[in-house]
Every structure is written in structure tokens, then in C-alpha cells.
């Protein structure tokens, strides 16, 4: 049997996820089967087991690789912003802007809350999110306020960590609006809004 290169199940592991994630939207992260997703990538269910433990792993590992990718090109765009302030309108106009993107952007709300909420039944994974929430989520966001409370650009007295939790919540029910509602929702109005709420307390 010839030799797989790293480079190709690097292909093939980016391939079964990013189907997972078309499937999860469409048919919901509980409805979707291993069998579903090795169909649609065109490998067995087997195959599929050989690069993923279980679909917990399969989403799990899609959810820390999307927040690690996205954060790392908003670290990137930061270099070229002096002040915190801009760093957070340009964190907002990011996620804003997603909505461009349209059924890929739906389908990937549906999932992420749909596995947010599920995950409150399991303690094995309440833990992984909450660590997930508490390291990535909330710990990107508060570097950026203390590095604005540093500068003298917001307030002092603004409680990081529970700001930042009321953040992303925030980010949360407007998304989960969108995903219900769809295009009568005012997704971008509503993140302008937002903005300026934020910026307001933060000040």
C-alpha cells in the first residue's frame, strides 16, 4: 500500500470537517451521523474515525481551528491600529461583515449555539466550552480593554471579565436573531448599534 503524505490527510482532514460543518447546519449537529459526513466527503465511515474520534472531536477540533484562524487574522490586522478602541471596532466590523457570506455564515451560527446549548448537558463538555469560552473567548477580549484602561482610553473601573462575558453574549443574541429571522432581521443595523453601546460604557 503506498505511503499517504502528511500533505494529503491534512486535505482530507480539512475536507471531513468542512463538510461536517455544511451538514451540522443543514441537518443540525444531533441529526448528522458519522455515516452522513463520510458519505458526503465520499470516504467511509471508517475513514472517517481514522482522522476523528468521535463527531465531538470532529466539531470540537472545526470550532478551535475557525476561533484560533479567526483571531490570528484580527492579530494581524491589529498591527496596523495605535489604539484599543480601534481594535474593538474593527473585531465588531469583522463579525459583522460576515454576514456576506450568507448560508455559510447561517449555517455555522446555527451550529455553534445548537453545540453551545448541548454541551450544558454533558459535564465532559460544558468543561471544554467553558475552557474554550474562558481561554480564547474572554481572554482575546480582555487584553483589549486592559490594553485601552493602560492607555487611558476607557474606564478604569470597567470590570474586565464581566464585560467581556457581556460582549460576546451580546454577539451571541444578535447572531442567533440573524439565524432565526434571516434577511428581515437588521443584522448589520444591530451591530452599529451595538458598537456604539459599547463604546459609550467602555468610555
Known sequence: MPKVSESYKEKKRQLIMENALILFGEKGY????????????????????????????????????????????????????????????ELLRVYREAVTTTEEWTNIIRVDLEFWINSSRYDHLRNIMKEHFKNQMLHFLIQIIQEGQKNGEFKREVETETFASLFWAMLDGICLHYAVIDKEYDYRGNFLLAEKMILQYLK
Open 30 to 89: 444531533e441529526l448528522t451521523t458519522i455515516d452522513d459526513i463520510g458519505l458526503k466527503s465520499g470516504i467511509s465511515k471508517g475513514m472517517v474515525y481514522t482522522y476523528f474520534k468521535s463527531k465531538e472531536d470532529l466539531y470540537i477540533t472545526s470550532m478551535q481551528q475557525r476561533t484560533n484562524h479567526t483571531f490570528s487574522k484580527l492579530q494581524e490586522r491589529f498591527k496596523k491600529f495605535s489604539s484599543a478602541e480601534e481594535k474593538i471596532v
